[in-house]
């Protein structure tokens, strides 16, 4: 069975300060990870995937993730946060039944 | 391209009363999906379809059901609503050509209430 623990719920920096939000799987299977951002109001909008391809993974608006098998962790960060940053993400396992496995999100608070 | 349309943004609903909440592409995706978020939770997965004519149940469809007689559309129906239906819906799709990292496109949303 496929589960997504995202450690946070809450997690709050000051703008220009670095973001980490963490985020850890569990998978029978070879996973697909994904980071989603759900800004209030809004549906979800996709940051990053994690493709096999390479364990670090590029998204939009400066975000990074690493998959790291060994610790079976997908953690998203920011070098530096900005107040546009604030929102809810959501961490994502898909396994090969075609379906996709939300973690409880977390929320983003930058302060100015 | 409108990408995932849903209709109604937002709709109360008494209890007992029924109702569809529409879901369109136009991306000619095979695979679409419906969701439910409630406060401070992740999404969780009521139906899913792998295209015209085929669905499944996801985790929780107790009180819901789909149909999906085009690639376009994938209506979710309420028969009896219940306050614990309450709850922000959402509907998304994928192109299903078979690769698992594929991206799932979302729609904005419809907010339900149930009184």
């Known amino acids: 069975a496929q589960s997504v623990t995202q450690l946070d719920s809450h997690v709050s920096v000051s703008e220009g300060t670095p973001v980490l939000l963490r985020c850890n799987y569990s998978s029978s299977y070879s996973p697909s990870l994904f980071w989603y951002v759900q800004h209030p109001n809004k549906g979800l909008q996709l940051l990053l995937k994690?493709?096999?391809?390479?364990?670090l993974v590029k998204g939009i608006n400066g975000f990074e993730a690493e998959f790291k098998k060994s610790e079976t962790s997908f953690h998203l960060t920011k070098p530096s946060a900005h107040m546009s940053d604030a929102a809810e993400y959501f961490c994502v396992v898909s396994d090969a039944s075609n379906q996709f496995y939300f973690g409880t999100g977390t929320s983003l608070t930058v302060i100015p | 391209n409108a990408g995932v349309t849903q209709t109604p943004k937002f709709r109360i609903l008494k209890i007992g009363q029924s109702m569809t909440l529409q879901c369109t592409q136009d991306m000619n995706h095979n695979y679409m999906y419906w969701y439910r978020q409630d406060p401070g939770m992740g999404l969780k997965l009521i139906y899913y379809?792998?295209?015209?004519?085929?669905?499944d149940k996801g985790e929780v469809p107790n009180g819901y059901n789909v149909s999906r007689s085009t690639t376009e559309d994938f209506p979710l129906r309420l028969e009896l609503a219940a306050p614990s239906q309450t709850s922000v819906y959402f509907c998304?799709?994928?192109?299903?050509?078979?690769?698992?990292?594929?991206?799932?496109?979302f729609g904005p949303g419809t907010r339900l209430l149930v009184l």
């Open positions: 379809s792998v295209g015209a004519g085929i669905t």
């Open positions: 998304a799709s994928r192109s299903g050509t078979g690769a698992r990292q594929e991206t799932q496109y």
């Open positions: 994690y493709t096999s391809a390479a364990t």
